[in-house]
């Protein structure tokens, strides 16, 4: 069933029950509050006879004029004595005459039905001394009532059906527009199913609800994110084979080199070797940057331990430093700096961080780790070759090199950086970038001391 659909039913039936309480509550009110005011009329009657009885010391009982100055077309009075006998009457209607006669001692009122008509029956005893003398009774036809009561019961369901039809229409019109921005995105989800694009769906302006519009913004959102997503993927798709492209084309013609010349002319065939081997070792590096870029996409890239962070950077300084020849100082604030995060990532980070610095720079390393209100600052110093700042916001893209030409010498891929911004993101923390071209690059980590605590 549509939520259309539903919604109407919903609203008429909920509509419906109320009606039929309202309209019960004001048919027996009104019957109450009419009944109550002829039953008043009847009574005053009834008070008058056995008062001027009284008066009269009970004498006249059987006066016709006792009960005829009272009467009234449609009603019946009769007195009531001894063992059960009318002793004086009044009254045209035969239905009404023939109620049977009764003698009791208390006040009755009720309302009969006679002739499929509703008749008013009133029984007042009056006394002497304590001694039951005898009962006025009273009947009153509520014909003029009855017939007022139809033109409520006429209204009230005219006004019904038509609350109940206004309430089909109001509530349709109102479900058509409230489902309409629903059905427009579930057309723009089919369309982007079908042909496998990404579309937005449009907001006409004249659509109020704020529930609405922020639901279709979510799902604008979330096309531009994937559509950024799948742009951003057909980039890197593009980088990579530009990448992968350029040390297999020097590959395969030194291949092509070494098949020609390579088995005379021994010059060739050691350059040959030297040049496949660095294109070699250069595309396995790349290929690994490139692994780890997929699976840092992965929610359980992180494993989350407790470990001393000095110690890691202590250790990658000494190894880094012996393999490359380099001065690389550590000054921490502590001889030991206890964290909670991933410890191998954090070494790969450090890793990049170093061996850019190694890279791009001639002069001593300066490595600090500082304890902060955040956490821990780790930071890395070079006096090398700087960053322009025009360059600092591209630096963590992928494949991103500040000098193509220069680093093809170098060897970067260009994907250092944006592993090393993706650890830190994963960690939850910030990355800084200070430098001054021809001065040198401090690149600052701020990581919380805690760890990532959702991803362990
Ligand atoms: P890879 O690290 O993948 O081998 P790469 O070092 O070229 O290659 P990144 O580490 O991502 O790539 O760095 C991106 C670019 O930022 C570098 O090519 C370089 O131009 C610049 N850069 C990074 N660190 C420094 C630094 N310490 N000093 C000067 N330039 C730097
Ligand atoms: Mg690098």
Not at 313 to 332: A, K, P, W
Not at 350 to 365: C, F, G, H, R, V
Request: glycine fraction near 6%; include cysteine.
């Amino acid at each position: 069933m549509t939520l259309r659909s539903r919604f109407t039913l919903f609203t008429v039936f909920w509509l419906i029950f109320i009606l039929i309480l309202y309209n019960i509550f004001v048919y027996f009110f009104v019957i109450r509050v009419t009944t109550r005011g002829e039953l008043q009329l009847l009574a005053n009657k009834a008070d008058l006879v056995i008062e001027t009885l009284r008066q009269q010391g009970m004498e006249g009982i059987e006066d016709p004029k006792l009960l005829s100055d009272l009467y009234n077309f449609n009603e019946m009075m009769r007195i009531v004595t001894g063992s059960v006998k009318v002793v004086n009457m009044v009254g045209s209607d035969e239905q009404l005459l023939s109620i049977p006669p009764q003698m009791q001692s208390f006040y009755l009122s009720e309302t009969r039905q006679i002739g499929g008509q509703r008749v008013l029956y009133l029984s007042v005893p009056f006394f002497e001394q304590g001694h039951l003398i005898g009962t006025v009774e009273a009947a009153r036809r509520l014909t003029v009532l009855d017939s007022y009561l139809q033109i409520l019961v006429g209204a009230l369901s005219v006004t019904s059906i038509g609350a109940i039809v206004f309430a089909i229409f109001g509530t349709y019109w109102f479900t058509t527009r409230l489902t309409g921005p629903i059905g427009q995105m579930v057309q723009t989800m089919r369309e982007i199913d079908r042909s496998g694009k990404l579309y937005r769906v449009k907001l006409n302006g004249r659509e109020e609800s704020v529930e609405l519009q922020q639901m279709v913004r979510a799902f604008n959102q979330m096309i531009d994110r994937l559509d950024r997503t799948i742009e951003q993927q057909k980039h890197f798709v593009a980088d990579a084979s530009h990448e992968l492209k350029t040390p297999l084309t020097v590959i395969s013609s030194y291949a092509d080199m070494l098949k020609r010349w390579g088995r005379d002319n021994v010059e060739v065939r050691d350059e040959a070797i030297e040049a496949i081997a660095k294109e070699t070792e250069r595309l396995q590096k790349l290929i690994r940057s490139m692994l780890t870029l997929a699976e840092a996409e992965q929610d359980s890239w992180l494993s989350i331990s407790r470990f001393d962070v000095a110690i890691v950077v202590r250790d990658l300084s000494e190894v880094l430093g012996t393999t490359f020849q380099r001065d690389i100082r550590v000054h921490s604030d502590g001889q030991s700096v206890m964290m909670r995060a991933d410890k191998d990532k954090i070494r790969q980070l450090l890793m990049i961080l170093i061996d850019n610095a190694i890279k791009y720079s001639k002069e001593p390393i300066d490595i600090r780790i500082r304890i902060n209100k955040q956490g821990i600052k780790l930071e890395v110093t070079d006096y090398g070759i700087g960053i322009q700042e025009c360059d600092i916001p591209y630096m963590f893209e992928r494949f991103y090199r500040v000098d193509e030409a220069r680093h093809r010498s170098t060897g970067g891929s260009g994907l250092g950086l944006s592993i090393a911004k993706k650890i830190v993101d994963l960690h939850d923390g910030k990355v800084e970038v200070y430098s001054k071209p021809g001065h040198g690059t401090t690149i600052s980590i701020q990581l919380p001391r805690n760890g990532k605590v959702s991803s362990t």
